[in-house]
């Protein structure tokens, strides 16, 4: 399996992103780079990823409030690259996270439900900013079938995501028994699942009714992701292009959804892939697109995992390291553990300790 990732990233990596359609004339415009705004556009990535940091924090609440900005920014790095390096990350990634919160003196609950509304908040920020840039867009462009195509997603997204939040804090009763019902259909533990989905009702009623935890994580959230495009913007202005904000708000939401196919790590190829062609329909020449979006996509995607490898050498060894560092393993020796593969998700956000292997049932006669 692992060999199999191994060739699907490198046909990915050939196919896909070598071969984009203007690469080689993109190269030349190298010498025309206006380097300061290379420099503001790191920064800006810098600040996006510092606000994720920050929105992290404001779900943990109260759990978290012990952390500094710094060890939480060094927690979120680590959390990013581990993400960044595997295909289908984000389970690593959160395990990772979760490990580092509670090792941090994080109760496991409080981690793993900051971590997954997080995560929650900020893809709802994100189809929202994608919305924002079609109602924009589409009365003055027209509908492109591609990007109309992810607005369905989208909307689908989002009610699914409107209908779970309802139903664990209107209907709890009615939630529990459906979800333990289908839980005893899979043969799964249906105690357990009813006291995560009572666990999880009690925290969403909790979340909704701190209008001011709730505002603080959807504007880090919003921060982030406006940040993260205003970067974007500045690179495609450091090789002389130039995109109206509807196109850009367009491009960025769009290429962040196709970002979450598991295939490839941070959706290498894919993301590329789409920024190219979209941003070359908005009107920007396709030279400056694709040197501009690579440029980018180095800020974005590559030198997180870079800084990420070092916080997280920081919080092991050294004057910043966490206190029970003996526990804290390497990065490779996370991904291969066998407890995180036996962590449902369930378990995973109550911070609950993951269930025994089943014994095998004993046969009749």
Do not use: C
């Not at 556009?41 to 920050?54: D, V």
């Not at 981690?111 to 709802?124: E, P």
């Not at 699914?160 to 939040?165: E, K, M, Q, R, S």
């Not at 560092?325 to 066998?338: I, T």
């Amino acid at each position: 399996m692992r060999t199999l990732k191994i060739v699907a990233v490198v046909v990915v990596v050939y196919f896909i992103f070598l071969n984009i359609p203007g690469l080689r004339n993109a190269i030349d415009q190298l010498k025309d780079v206006y380097a300061p705004l290379l420099v503001l556009g790191l920064a800006l990535e810098l600040a996006a990823l510092f606000a994720y940091s920050l929105m992290t924090k404001a779900a943990l609440g109260e759990g978290g409030s012990h952390l500094s900005n710094w060890r939480v920014f060094r927690i979120q790095m680590s959390t990013k690259a581990l993400s960044s390096i595997v295909p289908g990350g984000s389970a690593a990634g959160s395990a990772l996270g979760y490990r580092l919160f509670t090792l941090s003196g994080v109760p496991g609950p409080d981690a793993g439900f900051a971590l997954a509304t997080a995560g929650l908040g900020s893809a709802v920020v994100l189809n929202l900013i994608f919305f924002l840039g079609l109602v924009v867009s589409i009365p003055l462009r027209g509908v492109n079938p591609t990007y109309a195509t992810a607005a369905i997603v989208g909307v689908i997204v989002m009610v699914v995501v409107g209908f779970i939040v309802f139903g664990l804090m209107e209907g709890q009763g009615r939630a529990e028994r459906a979800v333990r019902w289908v839980a005893r259909k899979f043969r799964q533990d249906d105690r357990r699942v009813g006291q995560a989905v009572r666990h999880l009702s009690s925290r969403m009623e909790d979340l909704v009714r701190d209008r001011s935890q709730l505002g603080r994580i959807a504007g880090w959230a919003a921060a982030n992701w406006i940040l993260d495009a205003a970067s974007l913007w500045v690179f495609l202005r450091a090789f002389g292009g130039s995109i109206a904000i509807d196109g850009l708000m367009v491009a960025f939401g769009l290429a962040n959804i196709v970002a979450v196919i598991p295939l490839t790590p941070g959706g290498l190829g894919f993301v590329e892939g789409t920024y190219v062609p979209l941003l070359v329909g908005f009107g920007l020449d396709r030279a400056s697109a694709t040197i501009g979006v690579l440029s980018y996509r180095f800020a974005q995607l590559w030198f997180p995992i870079l800084l990420g490898g070092i916080l997280y050498l920081t919080l092991r060894f050294g004057p910043w390291s966490i206190e029970r560092r003996e526990r804290l393993q390497s990065m490779a020796e996370m991904v291969g553990e066998d407890e995180t593969k036996r962590l449902s998700k369930i378990d995973f956000v109550e911070g609950l300790p993951p269930l025994p292997p089943r014994a095998p049932k004993p046969r009749d006669g």
